[in-house]
């Protein structure tokens, strides 16, 4: 599942036809799908008198045990087929359904437990077979348990252990508009409001569409049909392979039978219903010799199916180049990519039927920006690499939810860089998912990568940067260090021993550890099973001219953004495998390799003290950590970079801007070293590099803001100094046939120097704003569109009616980036009756903006309103005072919740959030225990954010009151 929802579009803030018949070659692979056997049937599973709670011991934090009870099901009974048949309700959303679950009887038994929510169970009865003998018999009592999620069946006889036995269900459920389960999503059509049904059931949301065994290795097979209106389209994991009519409640229906699916988790099962169209093409991978021709579609709603070209295009080579590189084929005869209107995530791998929010999904060659093409290229590969990883292996439990999602990451931009080598990604890949994994890493309330969660409260909290991009980057660092054609060959065997099964973390590492011959579990488990990473302190260098090598003393330590680690925890804490892999100007595009593997080690290389001589540790910024150097060495990379910009590769150019900044923070260096740093980049042409040269200002004057105005005046100044030469160079046209970076840093530029309030660029977007509004779309270019709106609206002086332009363009907009963007730009209004309007009234209002694009709205406001003292202060308390209703709004998908509460909290500066908060969550405001209790519910499955905005919070006012005079000063100097 893909989560982060603005990092691959380029959002501006600073900081349909039935499938035909099977055809003979998907029906012979279809025969060949593995089955749930006797043996995989108990796999991983204790008995019950063993227990109803697992009791598991995990490693934690700093290599500590932690025993903890998971909330799973009872092992007497495991599926092994599902025959699901539903009859969805596009009007009334009450839906009807019958499950025939097929069970392996483990121990004697008169009562069976599932999964199930919010259902209402009609009947139940059981057929079992056991010694020839067969018995059907009803439920005499069932009972749900709205807490624990479960519903029990109790029987009058007693079922024999070894016995089969077939649980008959019929039940009704509700298609809520909570984006979870199988629900409904909206949008209009010739001014009529319209709905589709679909599912969203990762992580423990297929018990709300029907009662099931929904832990990830309690893997089934699944026959599904599916009752609908005959103009609308069905559709499932697999292939329809018979359709006819039937009459149902005296309603004449059409039902949609799917092929058998292949042995997999429930959370991957999906479908989805409404009035699609789509397109279609075919995916025809050169290898292993059994792959097959897949066929490929991407559906729509009515008249948006050609926005979905370029992903169609995309999926079908993705596909070709995951079974080639995996050297195991796509298993499925189809792949289908749908876009939805409401959904939570970004979007979900559903084993043959990937759904997306339909930003990620459709591409307007003449509307969309090249940020989004790039997006969808991304999200397209991260989703299909779990029909591997994920789906065709999947992990034990979700405590190793990293095995599936970290390496859907690394691989979604393996497979980016196969299909667009010239866009460079694997640089970007450090500005994305290797600064956030570290960002969020360097968090005292951060969590190891295999983390033991119990329940679904706190299986939702995992799915974070942890999960996804510190798994990618250490899978990252394992690849440089193993190499490629190794690696390859590890994850080959991996994927082959354990496809149509489950697996853990020692699985892969014993995998990788065949194929390179070396120990890797030992080396990688404290990256795994240890919360944070190590910083890497130079303690001296010594020069021997006459052997014409230097020597360096090295310490390593865990890194804390507060740089509050204790001397217990130095001596103590974990001690990381390094690779330092070290680069030199001797040769400069090379490394010589040496392995930190204690806390204190010299390490010797070829060295000579020529002019332009260099070192730098973490080539290319492949390993995860972070490197100290003193303010002298700062001071020499420095220099050679303002004198040699191309010494350095521009992978090493943002680990040394990485470091310095987060060195900075911290308080283990000095931030007016690190703004010295960025002067150095004055003629950096790189449009990655000079990303994060904007980035790293913006996180100065982002936290400066309740500061003196000469500060954050001088911090643009210097922006304005990088980029404002380079805009004006550039212009506004983006020629036809320009390169991609070439027009990704045209964008930028102009952005960068708009933000830094260059009056000229300034001036030049209002007047194209005007011309684009009046018609002439060629005025604002879709890559400048986003820029344009937020500074018009933060220039305005005429806000009401520059607002009401930008909020037509959202109702209006051809594609869902520029409705995006148009709604985060909203939040740069500069009347603030404007600003209370858009919270109070838009922002509540499901009728104006979809409950999944709130948050982009506060992340407007709270990015780039120009009176952020004020607007800040609002959202906490907007938060508060419409807790309930928007508790409720999101209780089925917290994910959106927790990011509410992180945009009102993090951006912010001072101790007084931070008291605040700490009296909320205390439930100070409150009289009754009732009241404090509802309240501890209602955020235990987002305390983990909290944790970490707070902290976020502290850290940032910890660096402001240490660092407030030094770069006051050091601004007055640089602006003299």
């Not at 067969?134 to 029990?152: G, R, W």
């Not at 290898?287 to 199916?305: E, I, N, S």
């Not at 212009?731 to 045209?746: A, I, N, Q, T």
């Not at 332009?805 to 009756?833: C, E, H, W």
Request: charged share 25%; hydrophobic share 40%.
């Amino acid at each position: 599942m893909f989560r982060r929802l603005t990092a691959c579009l380029g959002v501006h803030s600073s900081s349909s036809q039935p499938r035909e018949a099977v055809t003979a070659s998907s029906a012979k692979r279809s025969l060949e799908y593995p089955t749930a056997s006797p043996s995989q049937a108990s796999s991983s599973r204790t008995s019950f008198s063993e227990r109803t709670m697992c009791m598991h011991n995990h490693s934690g934090a700093a290599g500590g045990s932690v025993t903890a009870a998971r909330e799973i099901l009872p092992a007497t009974v495991k599926p092994t087929h599902y025959r699901v048949e539903l009859t969805p309700d596009l009007v009334g959303f009450e839906f009807k359904g019958v499950v025939d679950v097929s069970l392996k009887v483990n121990e004697k038994i008169t009562t069976i437990v599932c999964n199930a929510n919010e259902l209402k169970i009609q009947s139940a009865t059981v057929t079992s077979v056991h010694m020839k003998t067969e018995n059907t018999q009803p439920a005499t009592k069932i009972t749900l348990d709205e807490k624990a999620e479960t519903v029990t069946f109790e029987f009058a006889n007693a079922i024999e252990a070894g016995a089969t036995a077939t649980l008959h269900i019929e039940y009704t459920g509700i298609h809520n508009d909570k984006m979870a389960g199988f629900y409904r999503s909206s949008y209009t059509k010739d001014g009529e409001k319209k709905h589709m049904v679909v599912t969203q059931f990762e992580a423990t949301d297929c018990r709300r569409a029907l009662p099931s065994w929904d832990e990830p290795n309690l893997k089934a097979t699944f026959d599904v049909v599916l009752n609908i209106e005959k103009n609308f389209t069905a559709l499932s994991n697999m292939n329809a392979v018979e359709e006819k009519d039937v009459e149902i409640d005296g309603k004449s229906l059409k039902a949609v039978k799917f092929a058998t699916t292949p042995i997999m988790s429930t959370y991957l099962l999906a479908f989805a219903v409404g009035d699609l169209e789509y397109i279609e093409t075919t995916s025809s991978a050169k290898a292993p010799a059994d792959a097959v021709p897949v066929t490929v579609r991407v559906y729509t709603l009515p008249g948006q199916k050609e926005q979905g070209r370029f992903a169609l295009e995309v999926c079908a080579r993705v596909l070709e180049f995951f079974s080639e590189y995996f050297d195991v084929a796509y298993p499925l005869p189809k792949m289908d990519l749908i876009a939805i209107p409401d959904f939570s995530a970004g979007a979900m791998e559903n084993w043959g039927l990937v759904t997306y929010r339909e930003i990620y999904l459709l591409y307007d060659e003449k509307n969309s920006t090249a940020k989004v093409k790039e997006g969808i290229a991304y999200v397209v590969g991260h989703e299909l690499a779990h029909q591997w990883f994920g789906n065709l292996v999947t992990m034990d439990w979700w405590s190793e939810l990293w095995l599936n999602e970290g390496f859907a990451t690394f691989v979604g931009w393996m497979a980016t860089d196969h299909l667009f080598p010239e866009w460079k990604i694997w640089t970007s890949f450090i500005t994305a998912d290797y600064s956030q994994g570290k960002e969020l890493d360097a968090l005292r309330s951060s969590h190891p990568i295999e983390v033991e969660v119990q329940s679904p409260s706190e299986i939702i909290q995992i799915f974070d940067a942890i999960s996804y991009s510190k798994g990618a980057s250490v899978i990252r660092m394992l690849n440089s260090y193993l190499g490629t054609d190794t690696f390859k060959i590890g994850i080959r065997a991996y994927l082959q021993k354990h496809k149509f099964q489950n697996a853990t973390t020692l699985d892969l590492w014993a995998a990788l550890g065949a194929a390179s011959g070396r120990d890797v579990a030992k080396f990688m488990l404290p990256w795994t099973r240890d919360t944070g990473y190590p910083l890497v302190t130079v303690l001296d260098e010594r020069f021997d001219e006459a052997k014409g090598e230097m020597t360096l003393k090295l310490k390593q330590s865990r890194f804390l953004s507060s740089g509050e680690t204790t001397a217990q925890e130095d001596a103590t804490g974990t001690v990381w495998w390094v690779p330092l892999v070290i680069t030199t100007h001797l040769a400069p595009r090379k490394a010589t390799d040496h392995i930190l593997s204690e806390k204190e080690a010299s390490i010797t290389f070829p060295y000579s003290k020529a002019e332009g001589a260099f070192w730098k540790l973490n080539f290319d910024t492949t390993g995860f950590y972070r490197v100290r150097l003193n303010e002298e060495q700062l001071r020499s990379l420095a220099t050679l970079i303002k004198a040699n910009p191309k010494a350095l590769s521009n992978e090493d150019k943002l680990g040394v801007l990485g470091d310095a900044f987060a060195l900075a923070f911290s308080g283990h260096g000095s931030t007016t070293a690190a703004l010295e740093l960025i002067k150095a980049f004055e003629a950096e042409e790189d449009y990655i590099v000079l990303k994060e040269i904007s980035t790293k200002l913006d996180s100065m004057i982002d936290a400066w803001y309740k500061e003196d105005k000469e500060v954050t005046n001088g911090l643009k100044a210097i922006k304005r100094q990088i980029f404002s030469g380079k805009a004006k160079a550039m212009g506004f046209e983006y020629p036809v046939g320009e390169d991609h970076l070439s027009g990704l840093k045209r964008t930028l530029v102009i952005e960068a120097a708009a933000h830094a309030d260059d009056a000229e660029i300034v001036k030049a977007l209002q007047e194209r704003f005007v011309k684009f509004i009046a018609g002439d779309e060629s005025a604002l270019p879709p890559n400048l569109r986003a820029i344009a709106y937020s500074t018009v609206l933060a220039y305005s002086t005429k806000p009401q009616e520059d607002f009401d332009a930008v909020m037509k363009i959202y109702r209006t907009a051809a594609t869902p980036d520029q409705k995006v963007f148009a709604l985060v730009s909203l939040g740069a209004v500069n009347d603030q009756a404007l600003v209370d309007r858009l919270m109070n009234e838009i922002v509540l209002d499901t009728e104006v903006v979809r409950s999944n694009e709130v948050p982009m709205v506060i992340r407007g406001m709270t990015s780039n309103n120009p009176e952020l003292v004020r607007v800040r202060a609002l959202v906490w308390p907007f938060l508060l005072k419409n807790w309930d209703l928007l508790i409720e709004r999101y209780k089925a998908s917290l994910g959106l919740m927790g990011g509410l509460i992180q945009l009102a909290i993090q951006p912010q500066v001072g101790q007084e959030i931070l008291d605040t908060v700490e009296n909320w969550r205390a439930g100070k405001d409150l009289k009754s225990d009732e009241e404090k209790a509802k309240r501890a519910e209602d955020i235990k499955a987002i305390s983990r954010r909290i944790d970490q905005a707070v902290e976020f919070v502290r850290g940032k006012t910890a660096w402001v009151n240490r660092e407030r005079e030094h770069v006051a000063e050091w601004v007055k100097k640089s602006s003299a």
